[in-house]
């Protein structure tokens, strides 16, 4: 009775019964899966429902990737001008923010003064060109002449002064003339100057940015660009090129210390060296210039 009682109470009683329930099992596993997986990639991978996907978010993304220099420039593209606190954090501080090489410290008035008196121009062609142990452009030889003038105005405002930063140069407007084989109008057609409506001369297209000037790979082009200022004098604590003395203990720790200081900074107890000597130059022109200084230093 027991047995006969159980059966009757079962849902599957036949083998057909078995295998729907089976299938029936797996295809509602299945379909969880299914739901389950597009509901993580249509949430969570594409941010549906959130923000993620907005143009603030994506620059988010990305510019960890831009201040590294991973994007890849437009060669053709109009060079976007660099602030001049930006050009100066980048290429001058590591001398105007400690006086080396005798360089007047940022905000150093009483230093600032003289040379503030002998004017603008006179400043910003000493940057350019370069003076005394300062050399040309900050030893970026990438940057523009206006780039580097907001930089020399950025130092000298802090340090006293009352410049004006220069700005980006409007384009100019021009008008064009008439295409060939086309016949201007008469000027019996043209309306009456009082009732003519203002024509707008259409902006000139911006000249091709040029090329960016990359230090060949020449170790004592590169050391005269980016490493002069301070190893030919021996400011900073940085050893003189042709010093064996000085640099024998630097040699002795070999080239990939050498390389890792000078493409990364170092700071030692008799001073201090900014990263590539606080240039642009590629890892492998510093690698290059140091190979250079070691070489004439043997």
Same mark, same amino acid.
């Given at each position: *009775?027991?047995?006969?009682?159980?059966?009757?109470?079962?849902?599957?009683?036949?083998?057909?019964?078995?295998?729907?329930?089976?299938?029936?099992?797996?295809?509602?596993?299945?379909?969880?899966?299914?739901?389950?997986?597009?509901?993580?990639?249509?949430?969570?991978?594409?941010?549906?429902?959130?923000?993620?996907?907005?143009?603030?978010?994506?620059?988010?993304?990305?510019?960890?990737?831009?201040?590294?220099?991973?994007?890849?420039?437009?060669?053709?593209?109009?060079?976007?001008?660099?602030?001049?606190?930006?050009? =100066?954090?980048?290429?001058?501080?590591?001398?105007?923010?400690?006086?080396?090489?005798?360089?007047?410290?940022?905000?150093?008035?009483?230093?600032?003064?003289?040379?503030?008196?002998?004017? =603008?121009?006179?400043?910003?062609?000493? !940057?350019?060109?370069?003076?005394?142990?300062?050399?040309?452009?900050?030893?970026?030889?990438?940057?523009?002449?206006?780039?580097?003038?907001?930089?020399?105005?950025? *130092?000298?405002?802090?340090?006293?002064?009352?410049?004006?930063?220069?700005?980006?140069?409007?384009?100019?407007?021009?008008?064009?003339?008439?295409?060939?084989?086309?016949?201007?109008?008469?000027?019996?057609?043209?309306?009456?100057?009082?009732?003519?409506?203002?024509?707008?001369?259409?902006?000139? !297209?911006?000249?091709?940015?040029?090329?960016?000037?990359?230090?060949?790979?020449?170790?004592?082009?590169? =050391?005269?660009?980016?490493?002069?200022?301070?190893?030919?004098?021996?400011?900073?604590?940085?050893?003189?090129?042709?010093?064996?003395?000085?640099? !024998?203990?630097?040699?002795?720790?070999?080239?990939?210390?050498?390389?890792?200081?000078?493409?990364?900074?170092?700071?030692?107890?008799?001073? *201090? *060296?900014?990263?590539?000597?606080?240039?642009?130059?590629?890892?492998?022109?510093?690698?290059?210039?140091?190979?250079?200084?070691?070489?004439?230093?043997?």
């Amino acid at each position: *009775m027991s047995d006969a009682h159980n059966e009757h109470d079962s849902a599957i009683r036949t083998p057909k019964q078995l295998l729907a329930a089976v299938a029936g099992f797996f295809l509602v596993t299945v379909i969880g899966i299914i739901l389950l997986v597009e509901f993580v990639t249509t949430t969570k991978l594409t941010g549906a429902g959130t923000d993620s996907q907005s143009a603030e978010a994506v620059a988010a993304r990305l510019r960890p990737l831009a201040d590294e220099g991973f994007l890849l420039k437009d060669a053709n593209a109009p060079k976007i001008m660099l602030a001049g606190d930006v050009v =100066y954090t980048a290429n001058c501080v590591a001398c105007h923010g400690s006086g080396a090489a005798g360089a007047p410290k940022t905000g150093d008035a009483a230093g600032w003064a003289p040379r503030i008196a002998q004017g =603008y121009e006179t400043l910003v062609k000493h !940057a350019i060109e370069g003076i005394r142990a300062m050399p040309a452009r900050g030893g970026n030889a990438e940057l523009d002449d206006l780039e580097v003038a907001k930089a020399v105005v950025h *130092m000298a405002n802090a340090s006293g002064a009352k410049f004006t930063e220069p700005s980006v140069p409007p384009m100019v407007v021009a008008a064009t003339a008439p295409a060939a084989g086309t016949a201007a109008a008469p000027a019996a057609a043209a309306p009456a100057a009082a009732d003519a409506a203002p024509v707008v001369a259409p902006l000139a !297209a911006p000249a091709p940015a040029a090329a960016p000037v990359k230090l060949a790979l020449d170790g004592q082009k590169v =050391y005269n660009a980016a490493c002069a200022a301070c190893h030919t004098s021996g400011i900073a604590g940085a050893p003189k090129v042709g010093d064996k003395a000085a640099w !024998a203990p630097r040699i002795k720790q070999g080239s990939a210390t050498l390389y890792e200081h000078a493409i990364k900074g170092y700071q030692g107890k008799a001073g *201090m *060296m900014p990263a590539k000597g606080g240039s642009s130059a590629s890892d492998d022109e510093v690698k290059a210039a140091v190979d250079y200084m070691a070489a004439a230093s043997k």
